[in-house]
Nanobody
Framework: QVQVVESGGGLVQPGGSLRLSCAAS????????MGWYRQAPGKQRDWVAG???????SYSDSVKGRFTISRDNAKNTAYLQMNSLKPEDTAVYYC????????WGQGTQVTVSS
């Protein structure tokens, strides 16, 4: 089993920054893809960004140029640096880890408001 824990969420003003972390632990053989998703109240969960085991990254159009995903394979951890935050970025952010199967964390709340 693999446990996934997100952290780093909080309340930030528009234009501010936050850095989310996603730490995987447990019986890990080799982690492949790691991705960030978000779900706003009353909406479906949407993909935000992803990174392969070799470091290739991809972003949704809504966050491209503002968010940066990275990972530390030695620590089985992925990060999401979020800059120039907007109120529409408000959501619960979830991390997806692909090992032998998909694993998800419980999410971390990000609120962008003045």
């Amino acid at each position: 089993q693999v446990q996934v824990v997100e952290s780093g969420g909080g309340l930030v003003q528009p234009g501010g920054s936050l850095r989310l972390s996603c730490a995987a632990s447990g019986s890990i053989s080799s982690i492949g893809y790691m991705g960030w998703y978000r779900q706003a109240p009353g909406k479906q969960r949407d993909w935000v960004a992803g990174i392969s085991s070799t470091g290739s990254t991809s972003y949704s159009d809504s966050v491209k140029g503002r968010f940066t995903i990275s990972r530390d394979n030695a620590k089985n951890t992925a990060y999401l640096q979020m800059n120039s935050l907007k109120p529409e970025d408000t959501a619960v952010y979830y991390c997806r880890v692909v090992e032998s199967r998909d694993y998800w964390g419980q999410g971390t709340q990000v609120t962008v408001s003045s």
